[in-house]
Each structure stands twice: as C-alpha cells, then as structure tokens.
C-alpha cells in the first residue's frame, strides 16, 4: 500500500460512507454548488463501487445511507461493517474503500454528522429570538464605544426570501454579543444594500452602526463591505468581515484579535472548513448558543457539510492592509469569486494566515449561481487585477440605477 494512503481502516471507512452521503444527499449541493460539481465524479464512483459490492451486507449497507442519508444510524454502521471487516472480506471491499479515498482526496465536500443529531429538532422560532434581541437592546453600555480594536463589518441583503435571512442575521448577531471580550473592545456594523431599507427596523437595535447601501439590482458584496469599512472603521486597527450567516462561539472575537499580536501578521481566515449546517443542526446550534447560553454548540447533536479551503464567510484584516490592496473588488456583481480575489491579494501582498477553527455556517435559500458553461458568474474577472481608480465603498456608486 502507497505511504499517501491511510493504514487505519476506521479512515478509509468513514471515506466511503461520508461520499455517498455527499453523492445522495441533495443539501450537499445547496450548501456548495459549484464544489459538488467538481466532486461529482468521484462520489459518483464510490457509489457505483458500493452498488457493485460483493460482500452483501455492504451492499445494503451503502444503500441504507443511500436512501437515508440524513440519518445517524445506517451511517455509522457502515463505517463500523468496513472498519472490521477482515480476511478475505477485507480484499473484497477493497475497490469500495479505494473509491472512497480517492474521492476523499479529490473533492472539495466533506460531511459530518453527530450520534445524537436528531433531524426532527424544532427550529428556535423568529419570536423568541426577537424576545432574546430585546434583551440585548436593553442591556447597558452594549454597544461598543470609543475607537474599538476591531470593527465587525457584515455585508446583508434580504430581498426575497421572507425573511429567513434575517433570521440568520438576528441569530449571528446574537452570539457576537454574547463575546468573552469587554464589548468596548469591538465594534458591529451591518451594511443592508437594497432598493429600500427593508430591515432597518430590526436590524438597528442590535448593532452599533447600522448603514443602507442603496442598490436595487443584484446583490455587490464587495461593495458593501467597502462601503461599511469606509464610512464605519471609526479607528479600529482590524476588520472581520463576516457573513451573516455565520453562528460564532463565545471566544471568537478574542481569539482572532490575540493573533494580530503575533509579529508579521496582517491578516488570517480563522477555519480550514466552513460548516455548512442543516436545518434540525442549525435548530440545535442556536439553541445551544442563544437559548441555553453555551460558549459553543454541542458538536455532537450536529450534522453538516463540510466545504473544503472556500476563502470567504469570515476573514481578518489589518484595516492598513485593506486599504493597501484596495479593498474588495467592486467589479464583482452576485455571488460568486470576489472572496476568492480578496484572500488572493491579501496574499500576494501581505503576510495572510489560515487557522482551523470551527465554522458554523447557518442554511439558508441557495444564492450561488452558475452559467450555461458551469463556471461561475464572474469568471470572467481575471483575479489579482483590481487597481481602483475611484475613492472605494462610494455610498452613490448605483446612483444611476436608483433614479
């Protein structure tokens, strides 16, 4: 066996059973479109080498996850039936754990799933997260004051789905004031860019600036993180940018601030992995988090996929290096890249660090879109070729279009 392949089979096993849920499970794909694209073959394999196994029981198995792939059960007994599997069994399941690892080695899409995830887990409802909000609104000396350290910028938009992003916003918004550093220490500013201040109302109570972006055509986050890291930075020495669907735990600000202390450090993504929840995790995370006050969701009551190395959702910056590389490019127009670009340049230009912290990222109404050539929308961007000429985050940039 090749020195590159694990020895342990319990790897190999949770390889072939995390690929066919990866391969079966359609909120792979909502959670990363494009990545499954380009795992596609690969999972595909592993479950063709499942549905052509000689050992029976594996065959049944796999096709148990197969039919039911959001379920701990059937999951976990296939890695335990190809984690024991021994003598001549072990030599007949071989192609099945070769597929499995070379689909772990080529794809982008990882999976994991707790023993103690439930999939009927009720969701914490707007209402009560509205009565959390309330009280964080009243709490005294909330907001963050002075010149902060840091400045939290969280670009938003919530034109078409009823509300369910603001539902993650509330929720992210939440956990950032439940922080184990003093809250004077950082400061959150949420950009809404639409037509209209569509959610102002529920949004100002639980930040410390908010901004409207105007711009009634496609969602611009690069612009409107500009537009918050200009008109908000009020003297802080680093930014987060950070998606609003991101659910944080409770040592997340002071964590990434302490690594700004390390000499020849400009910036950093603090995961390895975004963890794309399901609905029912999602539902157990926020509970955990925001109703039972816990400085981090129980991992195990937890199910989601894993998108490998993506460079957006949360990054941190010296506020000089962002401006030294122009911020984010404000070519870019609907989701897809612009994350990309930005870590691209920060890296190219400035001493950028990787970290392997948790992710938690909340579902939500897919947003990625790709063209008829399967690329994505803005791909004809060549990245690293940003040199504005203009002042950035200009609050009139879709002046035009609003008149």
């Known amino acids: 066996m090749s020195l590159l392949v694990p020895t342990d089979p319990a790897v190999l096993a949770r390889a072939v059973a995390d690929n066919l849920v990866v391969a079966a ?82 794809s982008r899409v990882g999976y994991h799933i707790g023993r103690n995830y439930d999939p009927g887990t009720a969701a914490v409802d707007m209402a009560e997260l509205r009565e959390l909000s309330a009280r964080v609104a009243a709490a005294p000396a909330r907001r963050g004051a002075g010149d902060p350290d840091v400045l939290v910028v969280i670009p938003f938009q919530d034109r078409h789905t009823g509300g369910k992003r603001l539902y993650n916003l509330t929720a992210c918004l939440l956990a950032l004031s439940d922080q184990s550093v003093p809250r004077d220490r950082y400061r959150v500013v949420v950009v809404e860019s639409d037509a209209e201040p569509r ?95 816990l400085a981090e969701p129980d991992r195990d009551r937890l199910r989601a996929f894993h998108l490998r190395r993506p460079p957006g959702a949360c990054v941190w910056v010296r506020t000089s290096a962002f401006h030294n590389i122009g911020g984010m490019d404000e070519r870019y127009q609907g989701w897809g890249g612009e994350d990309n670009d930005f870590a691209y340049r920060m890296d190219f230009a400035s001493a950028f660090d990787t970290y392997d912290d948790p992710n938690l990222h909340m579902p939500h109404p897919p947003a990625s879109e790709l063209r008829e050539d399967g690329e994505l929308v803005n791909a004809h961007i060549p990245p690293l070729s940003w040199r504005p000429r203009e002042p950035i985050g200009r609050l009139d940039l879709f002046a035009s279009a609003l008149a």
């Open 199 to 293: 959610w102002r109302e529920s949004i100002e109570p639980l930040v410390d600036e908010y901004l409207f972006a105007p711009n009634p055509g496609v969602f611009a986050k690069s612009w409107t993180v500009n537009v918050g890291v200009v008109h908000a930075s009020a003297g802080a020495q680093a930014i987060c940018i950070l998606d609003a669907d991101i659910l944080v735990e409770r040592d997340f600000i002071e964590r990434n601030m302490a690594r700004f202390r390390r000499p020849g450090t400009a910036g950093h993504i603090p995961y390895r992995d975004m963890v794309c929840l399901d609905y029912a995790a999602a539902a157990a995370a926020i509970a955990d988090r925001l109703r039972d006050g």
């Open 25 to 106: 499970d359609p909120g792979a794909r909502r959670s990363g479109l494009y990545y499954c694209e380009l795992a596609q073959p690969f999972t595909d394999a592993v479950v063709d080498t499942a549905r052509r196994s000689p050992v029976e029981h594996v065959r049944e198995l796999s096709e148990a996850v197969l039919t039911q792939p959001d379920r701990p059960a059937p999951y976990f007994a296939l890695r335990q039936a190809l984690t024991e599997i021994d003598g001549p069994g072990r030599d007949a399941v071989r192609p099945l754990l070769d597929a499995g690892w070379t689909a772990e080695c080529r």
